[in-house]
């Protein structure tokens, strides 16, 4: 039950950071957007995986498998860019002001 609410969580908060990016103007902005959304979509994939697991058949299992494996690789990627653009955002609109 709590990983159908992560998934729908995740997959709104996705969509909603795509619609942000198109909004977007700075460019490092948009990069600090896509970085949100690649961690929501990161957060889909685990949640998606471990729903995989409960079915326990062996398909399922592999799948649950690699896209836990997926999900992690977005989420860390994701917040290793993350903290590299987010100081270079603040100095940007401390820059502007």
């Known amino acids: ?19 942000k990016y198109f909004q977007a103007k700075a460019p490092i902005e948009k990069k600090l957007i896509s970085t949100k959304g690649n961690i929501a979509i990161g957060v889909f994939l685990v949640s998606f995986g471990l729903n995989q697991i409960v079915i326990a058949t062996t398909v399922a299992l592999v ?29 940007e609109a401390n820059g502007k002001s």
């Open 63 to 91: 799948i649950g498998v690699i896209f836990i494996g997926l999900g992690t690789a977005n989420v860390f990627f994701g917040y290793k860019a993350y903290k590299h653009y987010f100081p270079l955002m603040m100095q």
């Open 1 to 19: 039950m709590i990983t159908t609410i992560f998934i729908v969580v995740s997959a709104v908060l996705y969509i909603f950071f795509k619609v």
